[in-house]
């Protein structure tokens, strides 16, 4: 005959005996202390001790890094269609990188008869105005026909 095993706890059992044993998980109070400085419990830097001027420091940098990452080298560029205005950074003759935002894509006469026809716009390789209007900003010299900005990770602060 084989030895009875004991009765195995339920989880919702062992969740209780847990919480009387350990208390509840208190490392994300809802505030921070009053006198313990800037809130950086969800920054992207460590954690370190209060001090402004760090703080400060590592916040401009932060935001430094965000402007060169994101806008690094582009350009507004017009379309002289629609007049919807974009950000674009040409890479070589091959490749263009072209930055949307809300008021640009609502704004562009290509995508609006794309969406109105029932298609996804986002499924289209591009607005052909536009790519003309690029073509024109590089022949015109408002825009680089290969960007010479630096790439946006190579650690200029």
Not at 105 to 115: G, H, I, K, V
Not at 125 to 140: D, Q, T, Y
């Amino acid at each position: 005959m084989a030895p009875e095993l004991p009765d195995v706890p339920g989880v919702e059992e062992l969740a209780r005996s847990m919480l009387v044993l350990y208390g509840p998980h208190d490392d994300h109070d809802d505030e921070p202390a009053a006198d313990s400085g800037p809130d950086t419990r969800y920054a992207r830097q460590p954690l370190f001790p209060v001090d402004p001027d760090r703080y400060e420091a590592i916040r401009a940098a932060t935001e430094r890094d965000s402007e060169r990452y994101l806008h690094s080298g582009l350009v507004p560029v017009e379309c002289r269609h629609c007049r919807a205005t974009v950000e674009v950074k040409k890479l070589g003759p091959g490749y263009t990188s072209v930055q949307w935002n809300s008021a640009a894509m609502n704004q562009c006469a290509y995508f609006t008869a794309e969406r109105e026809a029932g298609h996804a716009s986002s499924r289209n390789r591009g607005c052909p105005n536009l790519a003309k209007s690029i073509k024109h900003a590089v022949a015109e010299g408002h825009l680089e026909e290969t960007s010479t900005a630096p790439p946006p990770g190579d650690g200029i602060d």
